[in-house]
T-cell receptor
Framework: SQTIHQWPATLVQPVGSPLSLECTVE??????LYWYRQAAGRGLQLLFY??????ISSEVPQNLSASRPQDRQFILSSKKLLLSDSGFYLC???????????FGPGTRLTVL | GEDVEQSLFLSVREGDSSVINCTYT??????LYWYKQEPGAGLQLLTY?????DMKQDQRLTVLLNKKDKHLSLRIADTQTGDSAIYFC???????????FGTGTKLQVIP
């Protein structure tokens, strides 16, 4: 069966510090992978998606970047965090048969 | 364009029915989804409907789709306290990789 992991679960970082959030998927190959941010009261915003190794599509201009160094690994990064980067970050992979997306447990990021 | 809208909050009494509404703008949507998010957790798919269907029922859940008005609803019968969560509707838009989510409706069930 497929599982999706994210770490860390929670993170508190000062403004201007770097960021690296990791997402890994098990039990499937060549998945489409997604990063979402859920800010308080603002719903779910798609940040990046990837259809394969090294292939990243950015949905919104922002302070963040994403990379996919391996088939089942998706990394969200920043060189210098902003206060507005605080939020709940969710990684997901897509099941091709019906486009169902499976979500990881999320990372709660607080930038102080 | 792609825009999915939901009301932010709904409060119901335990045992009553809940109806969560959603409107979308992309007429080319092929799949429409309802997801549930419990506090501090990721999203979990509840049900989905093809755009050529009007209704889908799955136990206590009923999904109604009005494609003409681009309106989707989720009815939860006999709402329980365990149904308290945020409910997101989502649509698969023209690009096959992308699913656009609504802002979420927080359902509060009062015992």
């Amino acid at each position: 069966s497929q599982t999706i992991h994210q770490w860390p679960a929670t993170l508190v970082q000062p403004v201007g510090s770097p960021l690296s959030l990791e997402c890994t998927v098990e039990g499937t190959s060549n998945p489409n992978l997604y990063w979402y941010r859920q800010a308080a009261g603002r719903g779910l915003q798609l940040l990046f998606y990837s259809v394969g190794i090294g292939q990243i599509s950015s949905e919104v201009p922002q302070n963040l970047s994403a990379s996919r160094p391996q088939d089942r690994q998706f990394i969200l990064s920043s060189k210098k965090l902003l206060l507005s980067d605080s939020g709940f970050y969710l990684c997901a992979w897509r099941k091709q048969a019906n486009n169902e997306q499976f979500f990881g447990p999320g990372t709660r990021l607080t930038v102080l | 364009g792609e825009d999915v809208e939901q009301s932010l909050f709904l409060s119901v009494r335990e045992g009553d029915s809940s109806v969560i509404n959603c409107t979308y703008t992309d007429s080319s949507s092929t799949y429409l989804y309802w997801y549930k998010q419990e506090p501090g957790a990721g999203l979990q798919l509840l049900t989905y409907i093809f755009s050529n269907m009007d209704m889908k029922q799955d136990q206590r859940l009923t999904v109604l789709l009005n494609k003409k008005d681009k309106h989707l609803s989720l009815r939860i019968a006999d709402t329980q306290t365990g149904d308290s969560a945020i409910y997101f509707c989502a649509e698969r838009t023209g690009g096959y990789q992308k699913v656009t989510f609504g802002t979420g409706t927080k359902l509060q069930v009062i015992p």
